[in-house]
């Protein structure tokens, strides 16, 4: 009987280890920049070569900010290479993978990891005043726009939203964003990013004079 309990544990190794959280098992290449109720995001960074040991994500959106191929294997021994776009967006469903970097270049990368048990029902807009967009990915949780903010783009203070938005900037310039309960942001860099969540009074306008482009990750 001991040897069986024994025999058992040993067969369900790689499978505990297969589902340890990214971070916990690659901090050196993946770092937690915001962890709240709806959402964790994920700086990843690997430099050319470099590979992360097995590890899983739930469900995703992935937004890279530069070219790069990387190689996935599975736990089944399986392997999957991705062209990646800088600038593009990829829906992940929740997997269990180990990467590698087997470009000529470094990958640079945010993560938007889902938390919530289930996909929400909250309507994604089609439109926004002010701001054209286009749907770089779509999934369950979470739609992907590149968006570019308008010189007029206004949306007035007081304003809500019915799902929850995490808007990266893939450009430097002026939008003040004030969202209740943080501080008024009025300077953006190139992949500097902020959470608005779901029913919170925000403003946000463009001030800079020039157009603006972002990724938007709407949350249902």
Do not use: C
Not at 78 to 103: F, I, R
Not at 120 to 140: C, F, I
């Amino acid at each position: 009987m001991k040897s069986l309990v024994i025999a058992v544990l040993l067969a369900a190794l790689p499978l505990a280890a297969a589902a340890q959280d990214a971070v916990k098992v690659d901090p050196s290449h993946y770092k937690v920049l915001l962890d709240n109720a709806a959402v964790r995001v994920l700086k990843i960074s690997y430099g050319i070569g470099e590979k992360s040991p097995m590890h899983s994500h739930p469900d995703a959106m992935l937004v890279p900010f530069a070219p790069a191929k990387a190689r996935f294997t599975m736990p089944d021994g399986k392997t999957q290479d991705l062209d990646v776009k800088a600038e593009a967006a990829t829906y992940t469903p929740a997997m269990t993978h180990s990467p590698a970097n087997v470009g000529t270049t470094k990958i640079d990368a945010l993560l938007v990891e889902f938390k919530a048990k289930a996909a929400g029902s909250a309507a994604l807009p089609t439109a926004r005043p002010g701001m054209a967009q286009t749907v770089l990915a779509e999934g369950p949780r979470a739609t992907a726009w590149r968006t570019t903010a308008a010189p007029t783009f206004h949306e007035v203070a007081g304003t809500t939203h019915e799902y929850d938005q995490v808007v990266i900037a893939l450009g430097d310039g002026d939008v003040k964003v004030a969202v209740e309960g943080q501080p008024t942001r009025t300077k953006w860099q190139r992949g500097d990013f902020l959470f608005i969540g779901r029913g919170v009074k925000h403003e946000s306008q463009n001030t800079g004079g020039k157009p603006l482009d972002f990724v938007i990750v709407g949350i249902k």
